[in-house]
């Protein structure tokens, strides 16, 4: 059974940082592209990083970029978005998804960013 399952999501205040995980199971992680993205309400869900299944290559978002790193561990079947310098803008559902001839999603970790 297929899972990606994220965590560590939360409120916290402008200018704090977050590091959010996703850990799959039931697919070969290392054969994967793996990327976040990110859903406010009222608003199209929007690419924020991703990350390539072998050399590791990565690209964000222009908003996101320099603030975000998105890293994975193959070892732990983990990839993880580190989000530093947040803004009220950042506020959004926060969503892992797997590329590899299929597309899997997880269910989304809440980000809060407010004072």
């Known amino acids: 059974q297929v899972q990606l399952v994220e965590s560590g999501g939360g409120l916290v205040q402008p200018g704090g940082s977050l590091r959010l995980s996703c850990v799959v199971s039931?697919?070969?992680?290392?054969?994967?592209?793996m990327s976040w993205h990110r859903q406010a309400p009222g608003k199209e869900r929007e690419l924020v990083a991703h990350?390539?299944?072998?050399?590791?290559?990565?690209n964000y978002a222009d908003s996101v970029k320099g603030r975000f790193t998105i890293s994975r561990d193959n070892a732990k079947n983990t990839v993880y978005l580190q989000m530093n310098s947040l803004k009220p803008e950042d506020t959004a559902r926060y969503y892992c998804?797997?590329?590899?001839?299929?597309?899997?999603w997880g269910q989304g970790t809440q980000v809060t960013v407010s004072s």
């Open positions: 998804k797997a590329d590899y001839l299929l597309t899997y």
């Open positions: 039931g697919f070969t992680f290392g054969y994967f592209a």
């Open positions: 990350i390539t299944s072998t050399s590791g290559s990565t």
